[in-house]
């Protein structure tokens, strides 16, 4: 493909259908920055999984702005190379600053292959058409509410339902959901709201069959997750922990976690993401696709990842009505069987409507070329 001549940076805002409450704070906007990219050929878009704050990761919409703008930007439209792994090596001297990354990647990716006329899925290599999709509920006020809206996704076919859950609202949650629901797959997601000290709070979870406790202490804390879990039998899995494919080996070889979450943002990019499931594959370790509240565009990049072999657990891939009134691209519909096709056009397969763009848009600039 021909090299990047243009980038731009776009701030968006979409109401949410529901306000989404996690240990971190709650949500009622999606609020996040998109990048397009325009090369000789083509043109392709990307979204960036940062939030409105540093509460997820150190990450936000207004750093990975900055970082963009000042940074990698100008690093792209300087550097000779023009393909995605080429956009990786010259974005490679920022430390950290992931979820930008990740951002300007896939617009580079989906510019290349929409002039080359390829679907991300293949891409990344994708092994089937449609993938399983879970549902992320955040914490609701109290546990009637919580029944409700599992009752109702479950009867729109979810395949697996994953409960935010924080201490205190915690044991008598899950217990409710599983007394009414004694055989649905069932997951927890605590975002490090724990400390090492809750382990027998924890333990109280091992009753109900859960597919796994989802981050449940720190994010830089590694080795007590290892000792955690050799003292609970849910499975734990990594989501905020797991920033780069040797985070995966290292936590995985340390043992502490079984399964991880996957979300090409967190670790810096679609091919990161990739190399990240084939170091679980290797391991032997499941993966699934977590979800960031993405708009069509991320959500797409999702669908795209989650096909590949290794993603064995349904993921945080719900339909764009799980999220928005109106999505910002032709929006994603689950079947009732809970699973949805993977997009096979070029590139991601979707762009922005223009008119809902237009609506959604704050504020935009373009990527100075360095001097
Ligand atoms: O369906 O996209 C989705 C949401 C999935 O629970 C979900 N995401 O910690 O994984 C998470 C959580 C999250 C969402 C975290 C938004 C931060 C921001």
Redesign the pocket.
């Known amino acids: 493909m021909s090299r990047v001549r243009l980038i731009e940076l776009r701030l968006v805002a979409i109401p949410l259908v529901r306000p989404?409450r996690?240990s971190?704070g709650v949500?009622s906007d999606k609020e996040c920055v998109l990048v397009r990219v325009e090369t000789d050929e083509s043109e392709g878009w990307g979204e960036c999984?940062a939030?409105s704050d540093p509460?997820?990761s150190s990450e936000f919409n207004e750093s990975a702005w900055a970082v963009l703008r000042d940074h990698l930007g100008p690093s792209l439209l300087g550097a000779g190379g023009a393909g995605a792994e080429d956009a990786e090596r010259a974005m490679a001297w920022v430390r950290g600053h992931r979820m930008a990354k990740a951002a300007l990647l896939m617009a580079v990716l989906d510019a290349e292959l929409r002039a080359d006329s390829v679907s991300l899925a293949s891409r990344l290599g994708a092994v089937r058409d449609r993938v399983e999709c879970g549902?992320?509920i955040?914490i609701t006020d109290t546990s009637e509410q919580l029944l409700e809206q599992v009752e109702g996704y479950l009867a729109e076919g979810y395949r697996r339902v994953?409960l935010?859950i924080e201490p205190g609202l915690d044991v008598d949650r899950v217990a409710a959901v599983r007394g009414r629901w004694p055989e649905v797959a069932l997951s927890v997601?605590a975002?490090a709201a724990y400390r090492p000290e809750d382990a027998d709070r924890l333990r109280e979870l091992d009753r109900f069959g859960l597919l796994m406790i989802?981050?449940p202490l720190a994010h830089d804390d590694l080795y007590r997750h290892s000792l955690l879990a050799a003292k609970i039998e849910t499975p734990i899995c990594l989501?905020?922990s797991i920033r780069s494919a040797a985070e995966a080996r290292a936590a995985v070889e340390l043992g502490a976690c079984g399964i991880v979450?996957i979300?090409q943002g967190r670790v810096g990019g679609l091919l990161e993401a990739v190399r990240t499931h084939d170091v679980c594959r290797e391991l032997g370790v499941p993966v699934w696709c977590?979800?960031?509240?993405?708009t069509g565009l991320g959500r797409a990049a999702n669908l795209a990842l989650a096909a590949l072999p290794g993603f064995t657990l349904p993921g945080?891939?719900?339909a764009s009505s799980?999220?928005f009134e109106d999505d910002l691209t032709e929006p994603f519909l689950m079947a009732p069987d809970g699973t949805m096709a993977v997009p096979r056009g070029p590139g991601l397969g979707v762009r922005p409507l223009p008119g809902r763009l237009a609506a959604c848009t704050r504020r935009i600039e373009r990527v100075a070329k360095k001097e």
Do not use: A, W
């Open positions: 989404f996690t971190m949500e999984v939030g509460g997820y549902v992320s955040g994953k935010k997601d975002n989802e981050q989501d905020e979450n979300k977590g979800g960031m509240l993405e945080d891939t719900s799980r999220y």
